[in-house]
């Protein structure tokens, strides 16, 4: 049977619209690598252009360079080796045993993407900073201590929060390896005499090797493009890695030295990369370890009996710690004038002035004016391109259409500080200097896979010959995309604008690098205020984040849902 015919103008109309979007989504993703090349080879932004090698010469000639690469070390393997292995036991929790309540999991992997990472580091830190957190004055008032017991601002102290941001992703990756897990395997060691500790070392680990390994390098990836738990918990403690080294080298100080900046951000970059291909070649290899083949799997459930009650406490704690206490803990301090332990004297000092101070500071105003813009706005001029870009991949099977495919993902290598100077040394020779058109540009080309990836997923699932009948019945390209497509994709398109809006909402290491006066965004604004110690205001302007986000998905939800029913596509 033949396939559908695509007539010339057909094919010529697919060609100028794959050739525009490979030049546009390379901008957005080479454009700025080269120019954070070129700028680390340059003398500075007002000496463009004249090559020099002095940059890298001065970054890795500091004697204390070594220093942040080991803490750099430090922090996103000790970071990835906590995460995967908090998320392994966790997955095989929610897999493999009876342990009651599985409904925690989906929140675990699922609500904390909600919280913004710089709020939930804030949230670490004013309970367990050594002056005033309030798990340290609990503690010492309890104990009768005379100085706090526990210091967050310790390397220590980071690669915990980090793994704890980071578990999500991990768990995502785990769970369904272990789902897809045939237990038999571990029935027929045991049967051989194997004890229950030698069958999890020779035969569970080792199959489940690679989306164990996955994992670890994805956390390393993120944790290497972290900013939230370097900026806040990492530079009050004067501990550095290459993040927060680079944001020292343009943000503090009476001389930015953006060519520095660049020169180390070379070596972020080339790092991150290296691990996303890794990373890639691990998935790209898992099917040499699949164990379900045949109809004979069955996946086999551990009864977990007398641990069953301190298991399910642990993962209700962890529960707690991850989605409740974060909230809690800004809606505290965000009505009380200074950090203490609650009780009498606590509630008696309650009050909205925090929150009074914050809608009347108009820089925190501007801040959530500029965010919203960017939150709607901004991901829905994302999800456009987004939509484009998933059409041709998935429709026009050719070398540019694969090349398009590698341009839209290869940002998710990237941390975004990193991107940030490299856009830096590109707007600044241009109008869209200190705008926000310069942070939109940013933050469509760091987030277009999250739009690109659940697009790409739905129009997998719409076969090619609906658009091809459409136009056989008489109509246009539009009216089918219109009438036929985006009917089909509105869960597609709710899931990946959830997804950029929030991102949009949350951003913060590209947003330090770009923002400028007047184009402040409330991440931006909620570092300021971590600095100067404001942690009454930071609190209540955080709450408001939270609630923000929360909103943009709830509202998302809600169109989404209606759309699907007025195109009688709800249940499908």
């Known amino acids: 049977m033949r396939g559908p015919v695509r007539s010339p103008a057909h094919a010529d109309g697919s060609r100028a619209l794959t050739g525009g979007l490979v030049v546009l989504v390379g901008f957005l993703t080479v454009c700025p690598v080269l120019l954070l090349l070129l700028g680390s080879l340059s003398e500075g932004l007002g000496a463009f252009g004249r090559l020099t090698l002095s940059k890298y010469r001065e970054a890795y000639g500091d004697p204390g360079f070594g220093v942040i690469l080991y803490n750099t070390f430090v922090f996103t393997v000790g970071s990835a080796a ?13 897999t493999r045993t009876n342990i009651p309540g599985k409904f925690l999991f ?34 010492r008032e309890v104990l009768g201590l005379a100085s706090s017991p526990v210091n967050i601002y ?43 500790r030698r069958t999890l070392l020779r035969v569970t680990l080792p199959v489940l090797r690679p989306a164990i390994l996955s994992a670890f390098i994805l956390v390393i990836v993120r944790s290497l493009a972290s900013f939230a738990v370097p ?17 020292r080298l343009i943000a503090t100080g ?67 710690v991850l989605i409740a206490l974060p909230v809690l803990v800004l809606g505290y301090v965000s009505l009380l004038p200074y950090s203490m332990v609650p009780g009498a004297k606590a509630f008696a000092l309650m009050s909205l002035k925090n929150w009074r101070q914050v809608l009347a500071d108009p820089i925190s105003i501007l801040a ?17 391109l987004s939509f484009f870009v998933s059409w041709v991949i998935v429709r026009v099977r050719s070398t540019a259409s694969g090349l398009l495919e590698s341009l839209s993902f290869l940002s998710f290598s990237f941390p975004g500080i990193v991107i940030g100077v490299g856009f830096l040394w590109f707007f600044v020779f241009t109008p869209l200097y200190g705008t926000l058109w ?8 760091a987030y277009l896979p999250y739009g690109i990836r659940p697009l790409t997923s739905a129009l997998v699932q719409i ?25 089909l994709l509105v869960p597609g398109v709710v899931s990946g604008w959830i997804l950029m809006a929030t991102m949009f909402v949350r951003e913060l290491s590209l947003s330090v690098v770009l923002s400028r006066p007047g184009t402040e965004v409330l991440a931006v604004q909620i570092l300021r205020f971590s600095e100067d110690g404001l942690w009454g205001r930071l609190a209540a302007l955080g709450i408001v984040m939270i609630l923000i986000s929360t909103s943009l998905v709830v509202i998302a939800g809600l169109v989404g849902r209606q759309r699907m029913r007025a195109y009688g596509l709800e249940g499908a």
Not at 173 to 189: G, K, N
Request: contains cysteine; positive net charge; hydrophobic residues 55%.
């Open 82 to 94: 906590v995460c995967t292995a908090l998320a392994l036991f966790l997955a095989y929790l929610n």
């Open 106 to 139: 989906r929140f675990l992997s699922l609500v904390p993407m909600m919280v913004p990472h710089i709020l939930f580091c804030v949230s670490w830190v004013l309970l367990l900073n050594p002056s005033n957190g309030l798990l340290n004055l609990l503690l």
């Open 154 to 196: 310790t390397l220590p102290g980071m690669i915990l929060v980090e793994a704890l941001l980071d578990l999500p992703i991990a768990y995502l990756v785990l769970a369904p390896a272990l789902s897809a897990f045939d237990a038999t395997l571990e029935e027929s060691s045991r049967v051989c005499g194997a004890s229950t």
């Open 231 to 247: 900026s806040v918990i990492g530079i009050p403690g004067r501990i550095y890695v290459l993040a927060s080294h680079i944001y």
């Open 254 to 320: 009476f001389s930015p030295d953006y060519g520095q900046a660049a020169a180390v951000g070379t070596s972020a970059l080339a790092a991150s990369i290296v691990l996303v291909v890794l990373y890639r070649r691990l998935t790209a290899s898992a099917e040499r370890f699949v164990t379900v083949s045949s109809r004979g799997f069955r996946p086999a459930i551990l009864e977990l009996q007398g641990a069953k009650l301190p298991l399910s406490l642990a993962v209700g704690l962890l529960s707690f």
């Open 368 to 384: 959530l004016r500029n965010s919203l813009l960017l939150g709607v706005g901004g991901a829905a001029m994302g999800m456009i």
């Open 438 to 445: 310069a942070l939109l540009f940013g933050y469509i080309a």
């Open 463 to 487: 076969h090619g010959h609906l658009e091809e009948s459409s136009r056989v019945c008489g109509a246009g390209r539009l009216t089918t995309l219109r009438r036929i497509v985006l009917p």
